[in-house]
């Protein structure tokens, strides 16, 4: 059972990583390589704010995730905008450009060594059937998940959302029913840099931060995106969790190096026999 | 020489087309008519292998090409043109022109590599001499597509079709956004085409550019085939007409 | 069939040469030889990515089957050297193959996530495998090269012997880029139904060329490996097959040049400011950005733009 509960914690993560995925998958078609840069830059933000300012906690994590909604307008402006030729091969590699360029930055502004970033609250255990949890991983379910359902208001109900999701079905006819396409583009790009740094303040205490922290985790969320269904709201939700299951499972029966490998033959696995992933709807190829 | 009978295409749950036939005669030039959203371009798709039909087959000079891929589809003797053209941008409308070869000759990649087979590769620089000029393109050969008039492609496209040397050839709205001396000059290469004995088939609209040339006519509205039968008759029918004007007044 | 241009080979062979007579610090030979392995690579990937249209981010993968491969075969079972290379190419070629089989069915970002996936995959089995590999802490007593009374054991033999198989590589790149496979490939990567409906079969077409590249990449490893003696699975991880497309695609993705000239630039950058080496990958990420964002076809590109404009 203990492997139930870790799971559901690294799996809340990868969800909301993996959101962050579908946001910008859903109102550009783009996937970014750089979204797991905006997991460790929330680590890194929270580090700054509440651990060397001294700031408390409920007051660190908002500004943590309105500066990183920030650097993700600032990215869609300065990296996306200002491709030329905007061909998929283009737009990877810009994506993949900008992550080793916040990645260098964040070196440089928070060094190579691990950062601790110590507890939101006193760490106590709780017991359960089969197992103990403590309550930073319940801290870090519940937020997720209030996270996962902020969005899907926000994605359902708000002008914005609803703006970003006519922009996905077609984003001529959004054009000239008067959506201001470049908006939600830019704005797509500030949600999921927001709700990447708020996956990376909430997992900062328990994995502690290192500047190159991002690769691994976008990977992962990435794999769990795909897993759910590219684009699939709960379809991301269920895919992180089954990841996160999955991980450490795998983690009781093999040499834990291994574990790492889990998403990776996910992605491989997904990609061969249902790109459309587990949730996700078949899209039509055109000719 | 192609026997289209009762083909069925589903996406998803919409049907794009239900049990449709024809036959294209061997040296005719026929058309593919229809309202928007008839079907037109998928049947050019499960002619061509692009689409599997769940019903129905496609022969062609006898020879099943149902299941075929596009690739073996080409090398039984169908070439096509596409609504968005589809010429490298990167690439001269010369070096386009290759597209047709290489296709058609599969020339032998160790041998031209090494430049073993000169003489192979100086006939087909005149035989590419040859159908730019057949296509009246030669004076844009060395221009990349992005810098030729939009008529020009077209012709163009008609050229390397035609260079890959196929029985039949299907044409996908070949007189779209042209304007009316472009169209004359289109057809005018479509009827040379013909009188070379290339049987045509071809997706089109425009009803004056259809009437000057096909013979044939394959009328299909929302997935099924409505009427068949020379331009006059099909100007005629009463199904075509409502299809197209709609019912209100019909 | 146009015109073979000799130039470029001539050029490196030149420059090769040069170097070759008036350095005689052994540190630099051998930041050649590491450059001309980086270049060739380089191009490997600008076959897939810049003429094909495959994106790979697992290049990295292919590099360290060979390395591997070659390493393991000499310092485990003391294989003459020579031996290892057709394995080593063989064993990739055949990796590739079968991959390539389900991955090179998608298109665009899900097949450079597969690409990358598969890269990962790789990279950790390295580090895990540690009874064949060695694990993280690498291969060492890797053999030397050795044929017909040669000895390439020393860097100025090695470097001869590199600079020998480069050049031959580049005359040999530029036979295959005047040969009509350049156009089939660009067909390929524009459009591919156009060229399915143009009798071309797309999937075989790239499942080779993905394979082949494989191949010879694994054989620069296989040549890295003998130069170094000793491998260690953080020569290729992630972060070497993300410098790899950014030298394809600074330096001119589609152009035959490109790689190598890629290779150069962003080889010297380390050695040149070896002082700022904590800006390293600064500089790859600010140069591939800027390429992407401003310079279509990269610097092999805008040569070719300017030479077409002065005639």
Same mark, same amino acid.
């Given at each position: 059972?203990?492997?139930?509960?870790?799971?559901?914690?690294?799996?809340?993560?990868?969800?909301?990583?993996?959101?962050?995925?579908?946001?910008?998958?859903?109102?550009?078609?783009?996937?970014?390589?750089?979204?797991?840069?905006?997991?460790?830059?929330?680590?890194?933000?929270?580090?700054?704010?509440?651990?060397?300012? #001294?700031?408390?906690?409920?007051?660190?994590?908002?500004?943590?995730?309105?500066?990183?909604?920030?650097?993700?307008?600032?990215?869609?402006?300065?990296?996306?905008?200002?491709?030329?030729?905007?061909?998929?091969?283009?737009?990877?590699?810009?994506?993949?450009?900008?992550?080793?360029?916040?990645?260098?930055?964040?070196?440089?502004? =928070?060094?190579?060594?691990?950062?601790?970033?110590?507890?939101?609250?006193?760490?106590?255990?709780?017991?359960?059937?089969?197992?103990?949890?403590?309550?930073?991983?319940?801290?870090?379910?519940?937020?997720?998940?209030?996270?996962?359902?902020?969005?899907?208001?926000?994605?359902?109900?708000?002008?914005?959302?609803?703006?970003?999701?006519?922009?996905?079905?077609?984003?001529?006819?959004? #054009?000239?029913?008067?959506?201001?396409?470049?908006?939600?583009?830019?704005?797509?790009?500030?949600?999921?840099?927001?709700?990447?740094?708020?996956?990376?303040?909430?997992?900062?205490?328990?994995?502690?931060?290192?500047?190159?922290?991002?690769?691994?985790?976008?990977?992962?969320?990435?794999?769990?995106?795909?897993?759910?269904?590219?684009?699939?709201? =709960?379809?991301?939700?269920?895919?992180?969790?089954?990841? #996160?299951?999955?991980?450490?499972?795998?983690?009781?029966?093999?040499?834990?190096?291994?574990?790492?490998?889990?998403?990776?033959?996910?992605?491989?696995?997904?990609?061969?026999?249902?790109?459309?992933?587990?949730?996700?709807?078949?899209?039509?190829?055109?000719? | 020489?192609?026997?289209?009978?009762?083909?069925?295409?589903?996406?998803?749950?919409?049907?794009?087309?239900?049990?449709?036939?024809?036959?294209?005669?061997?040296?005719? +030039?026929?058309?593919?008519?229809?309202?928007?959203?008839?079907?037109?371009?998928?049947?050019?798709?499960?002619?061509?292998?692009?689409?599997?039909?769940?019903?129905?087959?496609?022969?062609?000079?006898?020879?099943?090409?149902?299941?075929?891929?596009?690739?073996?589809?080409?090398?039984?003797? +169908?070439?096509?043109?596409?609504?968005?053209?589809?010429?490298?941008?990167?690439?001269?409308?010369?070096?386009?022109?290759?597209?047709? +070869?290489?296709?058609?000759?599969?020339?032998?990649?160790?041998?031209?590599?090494?430049?073993?087979?000169?003489?192979?590769?100086?006939?087909?620089?005149?035989?590419?001499?040859?159908?730019?000029?057949?296509?009246?393109?030669?004076?844009?050969?060395?221009?990349?597509?992005?810098?030729?008039?939009?008529?020009?492609?077209?012709?163009?496209?008609?050229?390397?079709?035609?260079?890959?040397?196929?029985?039949?050839?299907?044409?996908?709205?070949?007189?779209?956004?042209?304007?009316?001396?472009?169209?004359?000059?289109?057809?005018?290469?479509?009827?040379?085409?013909?009188?070379?004995?290339?049987? +045509?088939?071809?997706?089109?609209?425009?009803?004056?550019?259809?009437?000057?040339?096909?013979?044939?006519?394959?009328?299909?509205?929302?997935?099924?085939?409505?009427?068949?039968?020379?331009?006059?008759?099909?100007?005629?029918?009463?199904?075509?007409?409502?299809?197209?004007?709609?019912?209100?007044?019909? | 069939?146009?015109?073979?241009?000799?130039?470029?080979?001539?050029?490196?062979?030149?420059?090769?040469?040069?170097?070759?007579?008036?350095?005689?610090?052994?540190?630099?030979?051998?930041?050649?030889?590491?450059?001309?392995?980086?270049?060739?690579?380089?191009?490997?990937?600008?076959?897939?990515?810049?003429?094909?249209?495959?994106?790979?981010?697992?290049?990295?993968?292919?590099?360290?089957?060979?390395?591997?491969?070659?390493?393991?075969?000499?310092?485990?079972?003391?294989?003459?050297?020579?031996?290892?290379?057709?394995?080593?190419?063989?064993?990739?070629?055949?990796?590739?193959?079968?991959?390539?089989?389900?991955?090179?069915?998608?298109?665009?970002?899900?097949?450079?996530?597969?690409?990358?996936?598969?890269?990962?995959?790789?990279?950790?089995?390295?580090?895990?495998?540690?009874?064949?590999?060695?694990?993280?802490?690498?291969?060492? /007593?890797?053999?030397?090269?050795?044929?017909?009374?040669?000895?390439?054991?020393?860097?100025?033999?090695?470097?001869?012997?590199?600079?020998?198989?480069?050049?031959?590589? !580049?005359?040999?790149?530029?036979?295959?880029?005047?040969?009509?496979?350049?156009?089939?490939?660009?067909?390929?990567?524009?459009?591919?139904?156009?060229?399915?409906?143009?009798?071309?079969?797309?999937?075989?077409?790239?499942?080779?060329?993905?394979?082949?590249?494989?191949?010879?990449?694994?054989?620069?490893?296989?040549?890295?490996?003998?130069?170094?003696?000793?491998?260690?699975?953080?020569?290729?991880?992630?972060?070497?097959?993300?410098?790899?497309?950014?030298?394809?695609?600074?330096?001119?993705?589609?152009?035959?040049?490109? /790689?190598?000239? /890629?290779?150069?630039?962003? /080889?010297?950058?380390?050695? !040149?400011?070896?002082?700022?080496?904590?800006?390293?990958?600064?500089?790859?990420?600010?140069?591939?950005?800027?390429?992407?964002?401003?310079?279509?076809?990269?610097?092999?590109?805008?040569?070719?733009?300017?030479?077409?404009?002065?005639?």
């Amino acid at each position: 059972m203990q492997f139930l509960y870790s799971g559901l914690t690294g799996g809340s993560i990868y969800a909301l990583v993996a959101l962050g995925y579908n946001i910008i998958y859903n109102t550009t078609g783009l996937i970014n390589f750089a979204q797991g840069e905006f997991v460790m830059l929330g680590g890194m933000l929270i580090y700054t704010l509440f651990a060397v300012f #001294g700031m408390p906690f409920i007051i660190a994590f908002p500004l943590a995730v309105v500066t990183a909604l920030i650097v993700g307008l600032l990215f869609e402006r300065v990296f996306i905008n200002l491709v030329r030729v905007k061909s998929d091969i283009n737009l990877i590699t810009v994506t993949i450009a900008a992550s080793i360029l916040l990645r260098d930055f964040a070196m440089h502004i =928070w060094g190579r060594d691990t950062v601790t970033v110590g507890e939101f609250m006193p760490v106590k255990s709780i017991e359960l059937p089969g197992g103990v949890i403590s309550n930073q991983s319940i801290m870090v379910i519940a937020v997720g998940a209030c996270i996962a359902f902020i969005l899907h208001l926000f994605l359902k109900r708000s002008k914005y959302g609803r703006a970003m999701r006519a922009c996905f079905d077609d984003m001529t006819a959004a #054009g000239i029913c008067g959506i201001n396409a470049v908006m939600v583009r830019v704005m797509s790009f500030g949600v999921a840099a927001a709700v990447g740094a708020a996956a990376g303040v909430l997992i900062s205490p328990i994995t502690f931060v290192t500047y190159d922290d991002g690769l691994m985790i976008g990977l992962k969320g990435f794999a769990a995106a795909i897993l759910g269904g590219l684009g699939s709201f =709960w379809g991301a939700v269920a895919g992180g969790i089954l990841l #996160g299951l999955l991980e450490s499972f795998a983690a009781t029966i093999m040499p834990s190096g291994y574990k790492d490998a889990i998403a990776f033959v996910v992605i491989l696995l997904i990609l061969f026999v249902k790109p459309a992933g587990l949730f996700g709807k078949r899209m039509a190829k055109r000719v | 020489m192609l026997e289209v009978r009762d083909i069925s295409v589903r996406f998803g749950g919409v049907k794009a087309l239900t049990d449709v036939s024809f036959t294209v005669k061997a040296g005719s +030039i026929s058309a593919l008519i229809g309202p928007n959203g008839a079907g037109k371009t998928t049947m050019f798709n499960v002619v061509t292998g692009f689409v599997s039909p769940v019903a129905g087959s496609v022969k062609f000079m006898d020879k099943d090409i149902t299941k075929a891929k596009p690739h073996r589809v080409f090398n039984s003797g +169908i070439s096509r043109t596409f609504q968005n053209l589809n010429i490298i941008p990167e690439l001269s409308l010369r070096e386009n022109m290759y597209l047709g +070869i290489i296709g058609r000759d599969k020339p032998s990649v160790l041998k031209s590599a090494f430049r073993l087979n000169k003489q192979y590769w100086k006939t087909t620089s005149d035989e590419i001499d040859t159908f730019l000029e057949f296509a009246g393109v030669q004076d844009f050969q060395h221009h990349r597509p992005s810098s030729v008039p939009y008529g020009v492609l077209k012709n163009f496209e008609m050229a390397r079709a035609v260079i890959s040397k196929p029985k039949l050839l299907l044409l996908d709205e070949p007189a779209a956004g042209l304007n009316m001396a472009e169209k004359e000059r289109l057809a005018g290469i479509v009827r040379k085409v013909s009188a070379d004995g290339i049987t +045509i088939l071809m997706v089109e609209h425009d009803m004056q550019f259809i009437s000057s040339l096909a013979q044939y006519v394959v009328c299909l509205n929302f997935g099924e085939k409505i009427a068949c039968g020379t331009y006059d008759e099909i100007r005629n029918n009463q199904a075509v007409l409502k299809a197209y004007l709609g019912d209100e007044d019909a | 069939m146009r015109k073979i241009n000799p130039f470029p080979a001539l050029i490196a062979a030149f420059i090769l040469a040069a170097v070759g007579l008036t350095v005689e610090n052994e540190y630099y030979l051998g930041v050649a030889v590491i450059i001309m392995i980086h270049a060739l690579n380089a191009t490997g990937l600008n076959i897939l990515l810049g003429y094909t249209g495959i994106i790979s981010i697992g290049q990295a993968a292919f590099f360290g089957i060979g390395a591997y491969i070659s390493g393991v075969l000499s310092a485990t079972y003391g294989w003459n050297a020579l031996l290892t290379f057709p394995v080593a190419f063989m064993g990739a070629f055949i990796i590739a193959y079968i991959i390539g089989w389900p991955v090179l069915r998608l298109h665009g970002h899900y097949l450079a996530m597969a690409t990358l996936g598969f890269g990962m995959i790789i990279y950790i089995l390295m580090n895990e495998m540690d009874f064949i590999t060695g694990g993280p802490s690498g291969l060492m /007593g890797i053999g030397d090269i050795e044929f017909f009374g040669l000895y390439f054991g020393l860097d100025q033999a090695y470097f001869v012997l590199m600079s020998v198989y480069f050049v031959f590589v !580049l005359f040999m790149l530029e036979l295959f880029d005047k040969s009509f496979l350049h156009y089939k490939l660009k067909f390929i990567k524009s459009s591919e139904s156009a060229s399915n409906s143009y009798g071309l079969d797309t999937v075989q077409t790239k499942l080779l060329v993905f394979a082949f590249v494989a191949g010879f990449t694994a054989v620069n490893g296989s040549l890295y490996a003998f130069f170094v003696h000793f491998i260690s699975p953080v020569s290729f991880s992630l972060k070497y097959s993300i410098e790899l497309v950014a030298m394809a695609t600074v330096g001119g993705l589609g152009y035959i040049t490109g /790689g190598v000239i /890629g290779a150069v630039i962003l /080889g010297l950058v380390p050695e !040149l400011f070896a002082s700022a080496e904590d800006y390293e990958m600064l500089i790859y990420g600010g140069l591939l950005a800027v390429c992407v964002m401003f310079v279509p076809g990269g610097i092999a590109g805008t040569l070719s733009r300017l030479r077409k404009k002065d005639a």
